[in-house]
């Protein structure tokens, strides 16, 4: 899919080319249907350099990663759609819509050689309409641009098929894009953690895949939740809070009073004669209203120490 996003951009500005920089050389329509069959294979070959170099730099990524985990049949790493459903294999598990899928890979190579190869039946029929015999060359008279319209001598097949294959081409892409995000979301939460959902995006909007595989092939697979919940701890006890535990909440919780206002004689509940301190909630508390030390048997995070990463 790479390949045709590559070769998509040149192709954007072929009219312009031949109206600004190689018009005085047009002569006819022989003429204009040279210059745009040149811009098609100067494109081709241009977006096919730059799909290989990416090709070579995500195999080699993905073949790190394998390797790492032990994995077998790396060869699939360097050959398209094999390289979709390989990286489906690294990720693991995923999530689609709160449904388990193990095969997500598979999915979104199969629809990825879907789209390629219906892409490349409408790029082939595009060039069969710029052959010279089926164009007139037309000049706008206010403006002076040139443009091959189609002919009668053009086959009637062609116009219909290259627009209906045009919209199924985007509702293939449409799903692939989906899939594609899936799995590499699982894919980036796996092997970088810190910002899976941006690699993701270059990965599946933009064609930067080889460069952000190949970017992580150093990384150790990690479990995403668990890395989480030990930034969340970090950032919380670097802050000077007690995750909140306990049926009524830690002493700084929405149950807890704080234990400065006690201190001020705040204690809205001292007409009740119970004990003072705001540490309802804590069992265990003292009823002088002196709080356990948080590093105590009762904090349930002691055993993971104090990490400040």
Do not use: H
Not at 21 to 41: Q, R
Not at 107 to 126: G, H, Q, T
Request: proline fraction near 6%.
């Amino acid at each position: 899919m790479e390949f045709f996003e590559f070769f998509s951009v040149p192709l954007m500005f072929m009219q312009g080319i031949i109206n600004f920089i190689v018009k005085p050389e047009i002569n006819d329509v022989y003429d204009y249907s040279n210059v745009v069959l040149s811009c098609y294979l100067f494109s081709a070959l241009g977006a096919l350099a730059i799909y290989l170099i990416l090709l070579v730099f995500g195999g080699i990524g993905l073949n790190k990663l394998a390797k790492k985990q032990g994995l077998k049949q790396r060869w699939m790493a360097f050959l398209p759609f094999f390289n979709t459903y390989y990286s489906g294999k690294l990720a693991g598990e995923t999530q689609f819509f709160g449904q388990k899928m193990k095969r997500v890979g598979l999915y979104a190579a199969i629809l990825e050689f879907l789209y390629v190869a219906l892409e490349i039946f409408l790029y082939i029929i595009s060039i069969v309409a710029c052959f010279p015999q089926y164009l007139t060359l037309e000049i706008d008279e206010k403006t002076g641009a040139l443009s091959g319209v189609p002919n009668d001598s053009l086959p009637a097949w062609i116009t219909p098929t290259n627009n209906y294959g045009n919209l199924v081409a985007y509702l293939i892409w449409f799903f692939a894009i989906v899939f594609l995000c899936v799995l590499y979301v699982a894919f980036f939460r796996k092997y970088y953690a810190r910002g899976p959902i941006l690699l993701a995006f270059l990965s599946t909007i933009f064609p930067f895949r080889g460069i952000t595989i190949f970017a992580v092939r150093n990384n150790a697979p990690v479990d995403y939740n668990d890395y989480i919940r030990r930034r969340t701890q970090a950032y919380m006890r670097s802050n000077g809070y007690q995750p909140p535990y306990g049926p009524y909440g830690s002493q700084n919780g929405p149950y807890g009073q704080n234990r400065n206002d006690t201190q001020n004689g705040l204690d809205p509940f001292e007409g009740f004669g119970g004990p003072s301190g705001g540490n309802y909630g804590n069992p265990g508390d003292s009823s002088s209203g002196t709080s356990s030390d948080p590093s105590s048997d009762d904090d349930p995070f002691s055993e993971f120490g104090d990490d400040k990463k």
